[in-house]
């Protein structure tokens, strides 16, 4: 076992005092209607993401010798950044190795901070790889993105912020890669009030650290697949994997669609703007994946450095989750004024029509037909129901 205490995760937070963002708690959110959900914020942290308490309280604490040879890093995403400007702020050299298909506004974003990067050809693993054999080569400190006890006492630093703030706390949910964040949080909490619930929160394309506690075994996964890219990893800390199985109470997981409607809620409702690992907390409260009803709980945001490029699919995505966008195909005859017979339907029946593709060279059923493909603003669910009965009563019923 680790060597955290709970004296380490109070030295971190003086440590952190005029360093890190404080972000206060917010809500109580209209985000649930069985449980009063509250957002910890770490998405307003510096560089975005919470990384930076624990990488900057790692470094802080490295010997006069150890700060002189510099330290270095794999990430293509918040660690890097947090490794980089805690580095810079206390004088010391950093390396990041990347994969050299990171994406060019983290590796300008990381250079920023004044770390140095190194491209290596390949995936994350050969990143990791690479920075490996550099720390043994040139005596880098290397800075784990998650198992490392002094990494966690850092990121421990939010539960003590959380029950501070907010004593009467039920439930604090987390989100879970490696579980860094979610082994800080969980022995912080328990440690001070054992009768707190503190849950964790994993895309169900990367379950590693779910799996490894239903297995009772670290597990290693083959692969992983999510939008939430900043939690996709293959396999648990030993450090971590053992802080979780004693102090989390329960690991579950949400879906894709899931977790583009809770990135969407938290734009349109809280103002905020969270990453995929970021949202997978609220996203497992609102679909009620957890035994929260009628509690206090505090969901941690814990980044918001979604790429642009994909911000807007994953906004389409929570809407035709939750019924705000509608994708429909029918087959109707090819005759004059079908295609206004069908939008007079939809607009009598309140569908805001965002675009109309009429196929008259299609794979119909009939010759003497063409396929229509609507996509209309909606409601909700029932509000699409309505209308998808509304055109087979007027004899144009879709076929998906």
Do not use: W
């Not at 604490?61 to 702020?89: F, M, P, W, Y």
């Not at 439930?171 to 328990?190: C, D, R, Y």
């Not at 079908?338 to 109309?356: C, R």
């Not at 309505?386 to 144009?396: M, P």
């Amino acid at each position: 076992m680790c060597e955290l205490t709970i004296g380490e995760i109070y030295r971190a937070q003086m440590v952190l005092r005029d360093v890190a963002r404080h972000p206060k708690i917010i809500g109580p959110t209209n985000l649930s209607d069985r449980c009063r959900i509250y957002l910890k914020p770490e998405n307003l942290q510096h560089t975005g993401a919470f990384k930076l308490r624990g990488a900057y309280y790692k470094i802080s604490q490295l010997t006069d010798e150890e700060k002189a040879k510099g330290v270095i890093a794999c990430s293509a995403g918040n660690h890097a950044q947090g490794v980089a400007l805690s580095a810079t702020r206390n004088g010391i050299k950093s390396l990041i190795c990347l994969p050299a298909g990171a994406p060019i506004s983290k590796i300008e974003a990381t250079k920023r901070l004044g770390a140095e990067v190194c491209l290596v050809p390949g995936v994350y693993d050969d990143a990791y790889a690479k920075a490996l054999e550099l720390k043994e080569q040139m005596g880098y400190t290397f800075v784990h993105p998650f198992n490392d006890p002094k990494v966690i006492a850092g990121q421990g630093t939010i539960g003590l912020e959380i029950i501070e703030e907010m004593p009467e706390v039920e439930a604090i949910v987390v989100p879970v890669g490696g579980g860094g964040l979610i082994a800080g949080v969980a022995f912080a909490v328990k440690s001070l009030r054992p009768d707190i619930k503190v849950y964790g929160v994993q895309a169900a394309g990367a379950p590693s650290m779910a799996q490894s506690l239903k297995e009772q075994k670290r597990v290693h996964l083959n692969s992983v697949s999510t939008i939430a890219d900043g939690i996709a990893v293959k396999e648990p800390g030993d450090l971590t994997y053992e802080l979780c199985k004693e102090y989390v109470d329960e690991i579950v997981t949400v879906s894709e669609d899931e977790i583009a409607a809770a990135i969407l809620a938290l734009i349109e409702q809280q103002k905020l703007v969270a990453e995929g690992a970021g949202a997978t907390a609220v996203a497992a409260a609102m679909f009620n994946h957890l035994p929260v009803d009628g509690k206090k709980v505090v969901c941690l945001v814990s980044g918001g450095n979604i790429d642009v490029n994909i911000l807007n699919r994953v906004i389409n995505r929570g809407l035709l989750k939750k019924g705000r966008l509608c994708q429909l195909e029918l087959e109707v005859p090819d005759k004059p004024g079908t295609l206004s017979q069908v939008l007079k339907v939809v607009a009598e029946y309140g569908g805001n029509i965002l675009s109309v593709n009429h196929e008259r060279v299609s794979a119909a059923t009939q010759i003497n037909s063409c396929t229509l493909h609507l996509e209309l603003e909606t409601l909700n669910h029932d509000h699409i129901d309505r209308i998808r009965q509304a055109l087979s009563d007027a004899g144009f019923p879709p076929v998906r």
